[in-house]
């Protein structure tokens, strides 16, 4: 069995830049869920994708996008990118529009200077 | 807003005694509640999930559910220098989309 796996792992960029991050999720895991966890803090919510569609969004703007392919991989796209925006990104899968257990990829870590 | 709280610690505890994390939650429609491990600069790994009241055993894991205390707790018995980590608390919250809502995590630090 293929856990959930990201790419890259670390990425520095500048504010006002665009980065895109990708999930491949666990096999057989339809769902995939973002989250953003900044230094000592839990993860927030950014939203989920399952079978292609964005199934919800937690407080994040516009600016925050993302989507899901058909092999239920998933991108994150973030535009005008700020400082604040540095953090830990954290994709998680699950099976199921309602999937209980989220299992966590190791994670993209954007520093944005 | 629905919130999860925790002690953000760090909580020490010596090799081979009992380490016990606790969680506290708002919203009482939640069934769904996990423990997470997470090790400095590493994504969480999920450890427990509990849905009923009651405990749940998993090795060395306990995971203690109280739903009319809105109250989520977990024991790590026989603890080992190799569980120092931050344990987060986390609570399922279905609506639209199946969101996990985390605390903010309680390190551990087990001495030897």
Partial sequence: ?113 | QKEVEQNSGPLSVPEGAIASLNCTYSDRVSQSFFWYRQYSGKSPELIMSIYSNGDKEDGRFTAQLNKASQYVSLLIRDSQPSDSATYLCAVLYTGTASKLTFGTGTRLQVTL
Wanted: net charge neutral; with cysteine; hydrophobic share 25%.
């Fill in chain 1, 1 to 113: 069995e293929t856990g959930v796996t990201q790419s890259p792992t670390h990425l520095i960029k500048t504010r006002g830049q665009q980065v895109t991050l990708r999930c491949s999720s666990q096999s057989g895991h339809n769902t995939v869920s973002w989250y953003q966890q900044a230094l000592g803090q839990g993860p927030q919510f950014i939203f989920q994708y399952y079978r292609e569609e964005e199934n919800g969004r937690g407080n994040f703007p516009p600016r925050f996008s993302g989507l899901q392919f058909p092999n239920y991989s998933s991108e994150l796209n973030v535009n005008a990118l700020e400082l604040d925006d540095s953090a830990l990104y954290l994709c998680a899968s699950s099976y199921g529009r309602g999937g209980r257990e989220q299992y966590f990829g190791p994670g993209t870590r954007l520093t944005v200077t």
